[in-house]
């Protein structure tokens, strides 16, 4: 059974950091894109990072790049979303998702996990 499952949401400070960490097991990820998304409330799930697990380019939306790391641990089959110089419009529930074809919207996503929550204050 594949599983995707994150950690290390939670509530801080505008300018503080996170670490994500999202777990995967249950099948081989090498031929897979590995990616995090996130939704706010009121608002549509949007494309965060993402990156091909076998290694090549990482991609970024606009918003966060230079302030989040996508990055993975081929040993410990999980990816990490490092997150710095975070703001208040970065609160949402992120997720983490795989993928074989490579997209920014939802359905191209063939696993989710359950999705941790980020809260930065002001």
């Known amino acids: 059974q594949v599983q995707l499952v994150e950690s290390g949401g939670g509530l801080v400070q505008a300018g503080g950091s996170l670490r994500l960490s999202c777990a995967a097991s249950?099948?081989?990820?090498?031929?897979?894109?590995m990616a995090w998304l996130r939704q706010a409330p009121g608002k549509e799930r949007e494309f965060v990072a993402g990156?091909?697990?076998?290694?090549?380019?990482?991609y970024y939306r606009d918003s966060v790049k230079g302030r989040f790391t996508i990055s993975r641990d081929n040993a410990k089959n999980t990816v990490y979303l490092q997150m710095n110089s975070l703001k208040p419009e970065d609160t949402a529930v992120y997720y983490c998702?795989?993928?074989?074809?490579?997209?920014?919207?939802?359905?191209?996503?063939?696993?989710w996990g359950q999705g941790t929550q980020v809260t930065v204050s002001s």
């Open positions: 998702a795989a993928t074989r074809r490579w997209g920014v919207r939802d359905a191209v996503y063939d696993y």
């Open positions: 249950g099948r081989t990820f090498t031929s897979y894109y």
């Open positions: 990156l091909l697990w076998s290694g090549g380019n990482t």
